[in-house]
């Protein structure tokens, strides 16, 4: 497993599907090969309804995430120890260019409102 995976995200699509908060980024609008998923579906415990998916894992991981970081121009994701081997990823980092980004910005504070994960939102 390698220590931070990197890709360039062209697609960023935030979204409520049936109550679920949806943030999606990928490195194609339609067919990615590298991408990540997170959601919170408030059902229980708040960590617990937070799951992150990626390209290397088979399905959603909840309570994986143990820091986030927004920037200008990338997100990333730091992956709770216990869980890598799950999500298939120790860090995630989606660099992107050109988006507006304040969309994703009010879906990741609404997503881990009250949870545990670290949050820096540095833009």
């Keep these: ?18 109550d679920v908060l ?11 090969d590298r991408y990540l998923i997170i959601s919170r579906f408030d059902d229980g415990e708040i960590d617990d309804s937070i799951a992150i998916q990626t390209n290397k894992s088979t399905m959603e991981v909840a309570n994986a995430i143990n820091y986030l970081l927004l920037e200008k ?16 990823e120790q860090k995630l980092i989606a660099e992107f260019a050109d988006q507006d980004i304040a969309l994703l910005e009010e879906y990741i504070k609404n997503i881990f409102l009250g949870s545990s994960v670290n949050i820096s939102i540095e833009i």
């Design 73 to 88: 121009n990338a997100l990333t994701v730091e992956i709770k120890a216990d869980k890598q081997h799950l999500v298939g």
């Design 22 to 32: 949806i943030i999606g980024i990928g490195n194609h609008p339609t067919s990615p």
């Design 1 to 18: 497993m390698e220590q931070e995976a990197r890709f360039f995200a062209t697609t960023i699509n935030c979204y409520t599907e049936n």
